[in-house]
């Protein structure tokens, strides 16, 4: 089945530490992919998106993004995490002509100061 | 100015009854859609709505249906709540086609009692 598959739901680590959260993807042909962020109580926020060009990607906040088309992955990266960045991550792929976004579900990461 | 709004933000009803969440988005998208987000945090696409016309109608109960007046407003009405409903509902919208990322609404928190 298609999907979108997020692994290490639940992620603690400390502030300054290194943080990458993996995302794959089971979808042929032309993908759309992002990140999404949802601060606690909060909506959600676009970190970063790929469409072609430059695999690697740089999003808000410190974030980046690697797509890897022969792994269908596209892993985010942060080096050095801060306390604010305690927030569930979404990665979600939007598939040609599939109108729909499908996410996965969700790194929760707790970072502690 | 909100890209894209809903009300209510918090919604608290009996089961069996009948309520509406409002959708409105001012960005001039073309596609709008519903996520239901559950307890777990995982985000399932509901509906989704090009230029007015239904285009996604996931396996969701047919007590839920949405409604779209025009193309910057998405209504979801539901029927004859359950608990089960209980859930964060946010709406979306996007731009037709590829290349495009979704807004997400700040979310609706339904809580059937």
């Known amino acids: 089945a298609q999907s979108v598959s997020q692994h290490n739901h639940h992620v603690i680590l400390s502030e300054a530490a290194s943080l990458e959260l993996g995302c794959n993807y089971s979808?042929?042909?032309?993908?759309?992919l992002f990140w999404y962020v949802q601060y606690p109580g909060q909506h959600l926020q676009l970190l970063l998106k790929?469409?072609?060009?430059?695999?690697l990607v740089k999003g808000i906040k410190g974030f980046e993004a690697e797509f890897i088309k022969s792994k269908f992955s596209f892993n985010l990266r942060k080096p050095s995490v801060q306390w604010s960045d305690t927030a569930e991550y979404f990665c979600?792929?939007?598939?040609?002509?599939?109108?729909?976004?499908?996410f996965g579900k969700g790194n929760q990461v707790v970072v502690i100061p | 100015d909100t890209a894209v709004s809903q009300t209510p933000k918090y919604l608290v009803t009996q089961m069996g009854n009948d309520k509406s969440i409002k959708c409105e988005q001012n960005?001039?998208?073309?596609?709008m859609y519903w996520y239901k987000q559950d307890s777990k945090k995982f985000l399932k696409i509901m509906f989704s709505?090009?230029?007015?016309?239904?285009?996604i109608n996931e396996t969701v109960p047919n007590r839920f249906s949405p409604k779209s007046p025009d193309k910057a407003h998405l209504n979801l009405h539901i029927n004859s709540l359950e608990l089960g409903d209980s859930a964060v509902y946010f709406c979306?919208?996007?731009?037709?086609?590829?290349?495009?990322?979704?807004?997400f609404g700040q979310g609706t928190r339904l809580t059937v009692v």
């Open positions: 960005l001039g998208h073309d596609t």
């Open positions: 979306a919208s996007s731009k037709e086609g590829m290349n495009t990322e979704a807004f």
């Open positions: 709505y090009n230029n007015k016309e239904l285009i």
């Open positions: 979600a792929v939007n598939v040609y002509g599939n109108n729909r976004l499908a």
């Open positions: 979808y042929g042909g032309t993908v759309n």
């Open positions: 790929y469409f072609s060009g430059d695999p």
